[in-house]
């Protein structure tokens, strides 16, 4: 019995059309449409749901402004929802309605459980060539126009207290730590064998509760680089990126998102088991980026914002 990883969150936003449109150039699909609640998917039906902030739906939020109101994790079966309602039943907000039950952390966010309601995929992705293995055999890498993500794979948030969330999730819902920066951050998977993260709990001096960032899982450093392309050339605006992150090895791009705090499209992870120890760093620019690009990359242009285009068809064309 594991909690298999995000199957759903829920935004509460202030500008449903910003929000619209730019969850279309993400590459979400768009589900369902209502005045006051937008509802779209990844590749393999993870939702994500953006509704007005004073939408009754919602759960109440942790910091003000348009935000991340809710997380819905997937188990396996009914057998293992039913085991977990066992675990929860006395814990503040429980809640049992719809096929979902549910409970508040101690940050003060909605957390739900349900019966999975993703899909399983086979989607090629990239092969690569190391020194030691050439897994790309007379065949060129992918390029992409745009990203399809495949699921929302990671949720970051700024807690209170972030040692009793770590025993919170650890307790109740059998998550496994994968490194800390000592007693300021927790990075959290949801089972023994898995990706690097599926939740980072992270407390800042000041110990406010808040969205840090949704991540979305795509194939490949490919598709990380045409998506990010493709949402600057729509006019989206980059918080960092496109990056690598020395913790987790995964690459990444933060864009700024109307619905609340960034979103990110990052791929490549490392993958763990049960055999991994987990590490302690201490914060700081070198552990949070191997390197990165501040602003970004012009899609247009395909070089940092800024800079502008290149002269001529080759770098060693010059104009006159």
């Known amino acids: ?13 202030d500008d449903l059309a910003a929000c619209r449109q730019f969850f279309l150039d993400w590459g979400l699909g768009l589900v369902e449409e209502q005045a006051e609640r937008l509802v779209f998917e990844t590749l393999n039906g993870c939702r994500v749901i953006v509704a007005a902030s004073s939408h009754p739906d919602l759960p109440p939020a942790i910091e003000a402004g348009p935000t991340l109101r809710e997380v819905v ?3 396996e079966s009914a057998a293992d929802l039913a085991l977990y309602e066992s675990r929860i039943a006395q814990l503040p907000g429980f809640v049992k309605q719809g096929g979902r039950i549910g409970c ?4 003060g966010l909605a957390l739900r459980l349900q019966v999975t309601q993703k899909r399983d995929l086979d989607l090629p992705s990239a092969e690569y060539n190391t020194w030691s293995r050439k897994g790309r055999i007379d065949q060129a890498s992918p390029a992409y126009e745009r990203a399809q993500p495949i699921e929302v794979g990671h949720v970051v948030f700024f807690v209170k207290d972030v040692q009793a969330c770590e025993r919170f999730y650890v307790e109740h819902f059998g998550f496994a730590a994968s490194d800390r920066y000592p007693e300021r951050g927790a990075f959290l998977r949801t089972a023994p064998e898995g990706g690097h993260h599926d939740i980072f709990l992270l407390q800042r001096p000041d110990k406010h509760a808040g969205l840090n960032h949704v991540a979305f899982t795509v194939r490949d450093i490919h598709e990380v680089f045409g998506g990010g392309m493709h949402i600057s050339r729509c006019g989206w605006d980059t918080q960092l990126g496109p990056g690598r992150h ?3 090895s995964a690459y990444f791009w933060y864009f700024k998102n109307p619905a609340g705090a960034l979103v990110e499209y ?29 602003g970004g990359i012009d899609g247009n242009t395909r070089r940092q914002k800024g800079v502008g285009a290149a002269d001529g068809k080759f770098l060693t064309d010059k104009r006159h």
């Open 1 to 13: 019995m594991s909690v298999l990883g995000i199957d759903e969150i829920s935004y509460g936003a």
């Open 246 to 248: 020395p913790v987790s």
């Open 104 to 107: 508040t952390d101690p940050n």
């Open 73 to 75: 994790w997937g188990v």
């Open 266 to 294: 990052y791929a490549d992870e490392d993958q763990l088991t049960a055999d991994w120890q987990p590490r302690e760093f201490e914060p700081g620019p070198t552990v949070f980026a191997e390197w990165a690009i501040d």
